[in-house]
């Protein structure tokens, strides 16, 4: 009885452990899929003007048939319709679609031979895919299955030739075979189109990639994705890491983003951790820290600065005119607060101010603690998130003594305008770059509007293609794993090899009328 009632105190802990909450998230509205239908669409068609459609031939009494060369000449997309379907899939549907084909043809009818071409059209055609979508062991968005039915209600036949007639009550044995292989073809197309061409593209979404020289972001999915009748939301674990320590976890303490809104195409969230994490990766790499000496110190800076600790530098004669250092060091991660009315990033840093005479080690003359507040701006552009700061609280004082603050006063005015005009241009051109959001290539954000909630905030955006599938899908086209296929070879004109001609076992069930 203890052992189960200290399980049902653990299982709250248990499920907030096994739920890792998102530092990143994106959910894509039916708006938005409407917009990947479209260009879905042309993916589509450009696939099944493509399809491969193996020879035909064989016997009907004393009727023999050898069919070879079929190429899809045009493509009727009438009705189609993308949606999703809970709990993992989207469903991919054409209705009443035709498909007009044009093949070669050597007929054989007891001493009369004929070859020549034939045109048919293939209406009422059907398809239904659902494609599964899933994380995989990299945590990349995956197409993991599909399951496809494709129908064809009718298939007409139009002969051209000197046997055109005679051979027009036979072309039931042509034109239901080639119903049979026409319709057998259409859903392995779609299911490499998906499963190989598709996911090459889902590659091109970055996962764990470097920012700079010094740091890299974490943009794996933490589980499935979840659908809705009207969504599909991705959690990203959206964290930042140092490079030297790439392993290196920092715990999600944050507010999870909760995205209600369904109004613009895509919706994208980050939490406070997402700030949090990339300012925590840039302190382990150790480089929040800055240095001016010399004459990289403001001349009416220098002033005031030897003025004020004027009989510090007078006892350390003869280095009174040594060069002036100035050493600011952040010596905690920044904390970034993400409220309704604003961001802004507290900082924590140290000043140290030294002389440096040359060929001697240097000599401190004063260390104060430095406490800032920044407000941030958050905005999207194209694909990059990016973070411009403003200086709008900075307070000086020293570690030793209250009565030390007191003299340090005079101070915190002039350095205040040295890192508004000096400092904060060198860190807002450094996050000028942006980070890129996890979206695939050739697509990009467009009318993005920044809201900020409590602990959170999300940008909603339309979406446009900046390049075609078919044009990305080409760049990262997998190299094929078998040779491809030589071209079929010309009909004989010798009717003796039509004689005699068995059915494949391919072709033989869509032989009977």
Not at 335 to 344: A, D, E, H, M, V
């Given at each position: ?94 209705s ?37 979508l899933?994380k995989?062991?990299a ?53 490499h ?27 794996s999915?933490?589980r499935d ?26 715990e ?27 300012m ?13 000496q ?34 600011l ?85 002039p ?32 009318k993005?509007?920044?809201?900020n ?15 075609g ?45």
């Amino acid at each position: 009885m203890a052992v189960g009632s200290c399980l049902l105190l653990l299982l709250p802990w248990l499920v907030l452990a096994s739920h890792s909450p998102p530092g990143c998230k994106i959910r894509i509205t039916s708006k938005g899929l409407e917009l990947v239908k479209q260009e879905g669409l042309r993916f589509v068609e450009q696939e099944l003007q493509n399809i491969t459609v193996p020879d035909l031939h064989g016997k009907e009494g004393q009727f023999h048939y050898n069919i070879s060369q079929v190429k899809v000449t045009d493509l009727q997309l009438a009705f189609s319709d993308l949606h999703f379907q809970p709990q993992q899939h989207l469903v991919f549907n054409i209705s009443n679609a035709s498909i007009s084909l044009r093949f070669r043809r050597q007929l054989l009818y007891w001493f009369f031979y004929d070859i020549g071409s034939i045109n048919t059209s293939a209406d009422g055609v059907h398809i239904h895919t659902v494609l599964q979508l899933a994380k995989d062991e990299a945590g990349r968005l995956k197409i993991s299955n599909i399951t496809c039915n494709a129908s064809i209600a009718k298939m007409h036949a139009g002969f051209s030739g000197t046997l055109r007639k005679v051979y027009e009550f036979l072309g039931t044995f042509i034109v239901t075979g080639m119903r049979f292989l026409v319709s057998q073809q259409i859903c392995p197309s779609l299911e490499h189109a998906s499963l190989v061409l598709l996911n090459s593209l889902l590659d091109t979404v970055p996962v764990r990639n470097y920012m700079d020289e010094h740091i890299g972001i974490d943009y794996s999915l933490l589980r499935d994705p979840a659908v809705s009748t009207d969504t599909l939301d991705l959690d990203f674990k959206g964290m930042f890491f140092p490079r030297a320590r790439e392993n290196q976890e920092m715990e999600n303490h944050a507010v999870e983003p909760v995205i209600k809104e369904t109004e613009r195409m895509v919706y994208v969230a980050f939490s406070e951790y997402f700030f949090d994490s990339a300012m925590h990766a840039y302190f382990q790499a150790g480089v929040l820290a800055m240095e001016l000496q010399g004459e990289k110190v403001p001349k009416d800076l220098e002033v005031l600065l030897r003025a004020t600790f004027f009989g510090t530098i007078f006892m350390l004669s003869p280095a009174v005119d040594a060069p002036l250092q100035l050493l600011l060091q952040v010596s905690a991660p920044p904390r970034c607060t993400i409220k309704p009315s604003g961001t802004s990033v507290s900082v924590s840093a140290f000043l140290n101010i030294s002389l440096v005479p040359p060929g001697r080690p240097a000599v401190q003359l004063s260390s104060m603690a430095v406490e800032t507040k920044l407000s941030a701006k958050v905005f999207l552009q194209g694909k990059a998130l990016r973070v411009q700061l403003d200086l709008r609280r900075f307070r000086i004082y020293s570690k030793q003594s209250a009565l030390e603050s007191l003299a340090l006063f005079s101070l915190q005015a002039p350095l205040k305008t040295l890192l508004q005009l000096t400092i904060m241009p060198i860190i807002n051109e450094r996050t000028k770059k942006g980070v890129q959001i996890p979206l695939p290539e050739g697509m990009d954000f467009t009318k993005e509007v920044v809201t900020n909630h409590a602990g959170f905030l999300t940008v909603g955006a339309d979406l446009h293609f900046s390049q075609g599938l078919r044009e990305v899908i080409e760049k990262y086209r997998p190299a094929p794993t078998v040779p491809p296929s030589s071209s079929p070879a010309e009909p004989s004109a010798d009717p003796r090899q039509l004689q005699p001609l068995p059915p494949t076992p391919s072709t033989s069930p869509g032989l009977d009328p």
